[in-house]
RNA sequence: GCCGGGGUGGCGGAAUGGUAGACGCAGCGGACUCAAAAUCCGCCGUGGGCGACCACGUGGGGGUUCGAGUCCCCCCCCCGGCACCA
């Protein structure tokens, strides 16, 4: 039989909550951590990923209190989204229902896990109390300019019924919630401008060591920065300017054809000009049906369309057909290219297929390029040629000179293109913030006063099957007078990303109870910026770059001095079962519940702690579980069996190093104090859990053969113990708690420092020198530690085994490292 | 294609350029027991040898070094991101 976990973590989560142990407040004159995991969506039960993400949270949290910090470690819902109106149609309860009892189940359950918050600080997104600052934030991007509307080819997921941002399509095309694939509409839409912050969110990871490189290239892939030049061609017959962008500046005499996307707006001018109006339409509807997916595929079939217009190369006066094309992309650049098929393997393709010259202007090394004959596009770094004044240098100066030159000119100019997109917001749905404007035939676009808010989401919707937004049918709801004149008004339908919500929740939890301000500006200030932020890689381009965003539109509003929200970053791995990622539709999926009713949270915090290092993936193993449920019964044993041993030498000082002289104290004395050192290191410097707990398995292992005779060793034991139950308390709090108390101590463990180390209690006696004869080991042997180099190469070679070893052959070199190792290179 | 992260026993995983495989899981042998469970003790990379030992071994190939899982170069494979982005 275990022990009682059940009656034991009932106990401790009581104690502490009703003593608020974990409740933090701001402090200037103490050091603050603020120790932050992603929030959960309230989708009804915690599962395996939120097990091991608060668990790892919540061990970090415990470790720094014990540290000496200010531990700020809230926890809240992020609770609009689509699930609750899915689950209201499927139920029949309202949203709003679903999701507190969601909230308040799963809330029970954290507290089951034992986890360390501030309960005081709890925050849901769908709580008025909440959303009506999401609002207010709205209203500064409105007021600021960076939030607007427009009318936009947008992605579309047809089964969520609601459009997507871009960083929300995944996958070659499909929806990141539901994988269905997305297709785009034109629709007029909100959008934040985010690419304001382009530059700014990619300079700024150089600033964040803290993250892990995977991430921050992932967003360095996703912003896309990209340098050129934007060049001007004039259309011959009507005058209009065509823009295009090109990063191959260098390229510019081998221009031998334009292309414009289908949505490009001289397309339009063309079909009223030209003869062949009908052919053109005809073709760019037939683009614009492709799908997205088609439409942007690697080596996709290039479809071009000859437009019978034609225009003028600035830079040598030659004249060049305008075609339109299916793989110009209109919301990149300027929706037109200059066609250097010679240099451009994507307009190579496409002109050979409609017959285009191929003009080579840039020379490979080590071979000639003729233009009728060559096979693929050459797009390395060359020789310039065929371009004028240009002609023989090399690419890399090639490129800088004749920008300098086209600027001079006055046909170019220098420009930075991103590939980040605007962000599109809107959703068509009814759980989430209504975004607070209204719509007026005489103002227009009216902001709601900032005094009206929140704009409230009405209580009791009507479902409305085929997934459009209830909002919309809502006639009652959606009819307010104009904030400016007092005529009717139309409320705006729609209403905000739920990645909204959660852009800013952080800065919410330093004052979650302020009701006169989005958030208290000194305290955001004492707890800003999060010192460790714990979640899941998913969100790389999604959360974590709104959230980046976010802050920095709150330092230059003046709300907030930290323009980086996360300054250290642990995305942990996926809870894999069965070389599968648990999921309902695999049917691998292990509940939390269960393992927690069968084993205990602590069991469950170990096994999720010392299974792997918390970046990699977690191989889900029952028998795993098992073990260390194993190690916890056998920590209880040796507390219980040894508990009138432990409480006769509890007054009594467990002796410094220096006053041991028997070999097995000294070797437990050391190894009681190098598992101090090196659980400490692990949890603090490196993020090996794995590793911390195994040294905390050797402790026990070294504990449990001890066996003390004389006071002076129960003592020692005691020492021993006593650190053990420390350095595993923030793993796990209730049985360390429990088995400090039942040890006699009165205070409580979890606010008790971490254990110091006595430097004195780490030097070696002895120590295991290995000898190399050509750098392969051959002989182990004890001495004393501390020998000098010499003194250790005459010991190691009055070996009789050395000896033997040495017969017969010459001695060419000896390399000793004191207290390590000793390497003797031979000839013959 | 570009960028990032990986590749170590049967498995999860350890190793500041210095004993490869800590710790755990599984397995094998033993003790206790009428028996089982639980618990405790021992063994546990591969090949060879009765043995002391010897050879091989961290994806593959080179290199630096007295010494390389670790550093450098080339290659292979797996995972992730971006990709018709001009």
Redesign the pocket.
């Known amino acids: 039989?275990g022990y009682d976990f059940q009656s034991i973590e009932k106990k401790w989560q009581h104690t502490w909550e009703s003593e608020g142990t974990f409740n933090a407040d701001a402090d200037p004159a103490r050091k603050k951590f603020y120790c932050l995991e992603m929030f959960p969506y309230p989708s009804g039960a915690l599962h395996m990923g939120h097990l091991r993400n608060y668990s790892i949270g919540d061990m970090m949290t415990r470790f720094l209190w014990k540290r000496g910090f200010n531990v700020l470690h809230p926890i809240g819902f992020d609770a609009f989204g689509l699930p609750a109106e899915n689950a209201a149609m499927k139920y029949k309860t309202p949203a709003n229902k679903w999701t507190w009892e969601n909230i308040e189940h799963m809330t029970e359950q954290l507290k089951h896990m034992g986890c360390s918050y501030d309960w005081r600080r709890r925050v849901e997104t769908c709580n008025p109390d909440y959303y009506k600052w999401t609002q207010w934030i709205f209203l500064q991007f409105f007021k600021k300019g960076l939030a607007y509307r427009k009318n936009a080819p947008v992605n579309w997921c047809e089964s969520c019924n609601t459009v997507l941002a871009n960083e929300q399509v995944?996958?070659?095309g499909h929806c990141w919630r539901c994988n269905t694939p997305v297709v785009k509409r034109n629709l007029e839409q909100w959008f934040l401008k985010i690419t304001d912050y382009a530059q700014e969110l990619l300079d700024d990871l150089d600033n964040l060591p803290g993250w892990?490189?995977?991430v921050k290239?992932?967003q360095?892939?996703?912003i896309?920065r990209?340098e050129?030049a934007r060049l001007t061609f004039t259309e011959k017959s009507t005058g209009e300017i065509i823009e295009?962008?090109?990063?191959?500046f260098d390229t510019i005499y081998g221009v031998t054809f334009l292309a414009l996307?289908p949505e490009h707006p001289f397309v339009e001018k063309m079909c009223a000009l030209s003869p062949k109006g009908d052919e053109i339409r005809a073709f760019v509807q037939k683009c614009v049906t492709q799908s997205a997916i088609e439409?942007?595929?690697?080596?996709?079939?290039?479809?071009g369309f000859f437009t019978g217009f034609s225009a003028v190369n600035p830079v040598t006066g030659e004249s060049v057909p305008i075609l339109i094309a299916?793989?110009?992309?209109?919301?990149?650049?300027?929706?037109?290219?200059?066609g250097?098929p010679a240099h451009?393997q994507?307009d190579f393709?496409f002109a050979r297929k409609y017959d285009i010259p191929v003009k080579v202007v840039i020379q490979p090394h080590d071979e000639s390029l003729d233009g009728v004959t060559m096979e693929h596009a050459f797009e390395d770094d060359g020789i310039t040629c065929n371009s004028g004044a240009f002609d023989g240098l090399p690419t890399a100066e090639a490129i800088p000179a004749m920008i300098e030159w086209g600027v001079e000119q006055g046909f170019c100019s220098r420009e930075v293109?991103f590939?980040l997109r605007d962000w599109l917001i809107s959703r068509q749905r009814y759980w989430g913030a209504p975004i607070p404007v209204v719509y007026c035939d005489c103002c227009g676009i009216v902001p709601v006063p900032e005094d009206e808010l929140p704009v409230l989401l009405p209580a009791e919707v009507k479902i409305v099957e085929g997934g459009k937004s209830p909002l919309t049918e809502d006639k009652e709801w959606l009819s307010v007078p104009c904030p400016k004149c007092g005529k009717p008004g139309r409320r705006e339908a729609d209403t905000m990303d739920t990645f909204i919500c959660s852009s800013w929740y952080f800065f919410r939890y330093c004052s979650a109870r302020e009701d006169s301000a989005v958030f208290n500006v000194d305290e955001a200030n004492y707890w800003m910026a999060v010192d460790q932020y714990i979640g899941g890689?998913e969100h790389?381009?999604l959360h974590l770059i709104y959230a980046r965003f976010f802050t920095k539109f709150f330092a230059d509003l003046g709300l907030c001095n930290a323009r980086e929200p996360f300054t250290n970053l642990l995305t942990q791995g996926m809870v894999i079962k069965d070389g599968a990622k648990m999921s309902k539709s695999l049917g691998n999926v292990v509940d939390p519940d269960e393992i927690i009713n069968t084993y205990g949270a602590d069991t469950a915090r170990l096994f999720i702690l010392?299974?792997?290092?918390p970046a990699?993936?977690?191989?889900w193993?029952e028998?795993?579980v098992?073990?260390?449920n194993?190690?916890l019964?056998?920590v209880w044993?040796l507390v219980e069996e040894n508990i009138a041993l432990l409480s006769s030498v509890r007054e009594r000082p467990s002796l410094p190093m220096e006053r041991l002289s028997e070999q097995r104290m000294r070797d437990l004395k050391r190894k009681i104090h190098t598992t101090i050192r090196d659980v400490t290191r692990?949890i603090a410097d490196?993020k090996?859990f794995?590793?911390a707990?195994?040294r905390l398995?050797?402790l026990l292992?070294a504990l449990?053969?001890f066996r003390p005779e004389t006071d002076d060793e129960s003592a020692l034991f005691r020492e021993g113990v006593d650190v053990l139950l420390a350095c595993l308390n923030p793993f796990c709090p209730h049985i360390t708690e429990e088995l400090w108390s039942l040890g006699g101590h009165k205070e409580t463990l979890s606010k008790l420092p971490w254990p110091e180390v006595e430097p004195s209690a780490l030097e070696m006696d002895s120590v295991?020198v290995?000898v190399?004869f050509?750098?392969?080991?051959?002989e182990?042997e004890d001495f004393p530690a501390g020998l000098s180099k010499e003194e250790l190469q005459e010991r190691v070679f009055a070996l009789p085994s050395v000896q033997k070893r040495l017969e017969g052959v010459e001695v060419v070199?000896v390399?000793v490292?004191p207290d390590?190792?000793v390497?003797v290179?031979v000839k013959g």
């Open positions: 039989m995944i996958n070659d892990p490189d995977r290239t992932m360095r892939n996703w896309g990209s050129g295009t962008f090109t990063t191959r996307a439409r942007t595929a690697v080596g996709g079939e290039k479809e299916n793989y110009i992309l209109m919301d990149y650049g300027t929706g037109a290219i200059m250097v451009d994507r393709e293109n590939r890689i790389a381009c010392f299974a792997a290092p990699n993936d977690l191989d193993s028998r795993g098992e073990g260390a194993r190690f019964n056998r044993r692990d490196e090996q794995n590793t707990v195994a398995m050797e292992n449990s053969s295991t290995v190399q050509n750098g392969k080991v051959r182990k070199r390399i490292v390590k190792l390497n290179v």
